[in-house]
């Protein structure tokens, strides 16, 4: 993947986290501890991330994580929730900040490489981390593409809340909530529904 094919970076996130997230950013795992906010993340994988990056030598939990591609298996096992969830857009002028890692799939994987940005996105297999699925009758092969589908973006500690230029929602419930929220802010006219990347 090129840097000029980066249109746009994906964050996760159930809707009440919103508030906070306008008031101190996306932040790492360790940050949001402190705060008062919803997870919807898997206790398992987050024990997996509990590690060091190789190469890095950061704790991978010291790092704001985004995805290039948001429709994937954690919005899937999330499809059921997708009234209480959102996703904001982010710029994709991230990538150019100090410090950023490009992982070549899902971050908690034994098998995924990390490099610096710019010059991880080499390592970004577009056919995988846009597919509109990520199984195979190749058993294996699954494991790929379900590892590389869930390439990330990971920042240093925080992603301050003016890298956000858009926020999508799978309804016209969910939208009304993000309304309430945001209370005329600017993003309320960037709101965007999209059944689809909510498996809707």
Known sequence: MKRSEVKALYFITPIENLESILEHGIVCFHSAKKLVTKSIADPVIQERREKIIPGINKKLHSFANLYFNPRNPMMYKRKNMHQELCVLHIDASILDETGVI???????????????????????????VFAKYWTSDDYFEGLQCKRRICAEVLVPNKIGSRFICGILVSCVKSQKKVEEILGGDQLSDAITINKDLFFQ
């Open 102 to 128: 490009i992982s070549d799939g899902n971050a908690s994987s034994a098998y995924t490489r990390f490099e610096p940005s710019p010059a991880g996105l080499k390592n970004i297999d577009i056919g995988y």
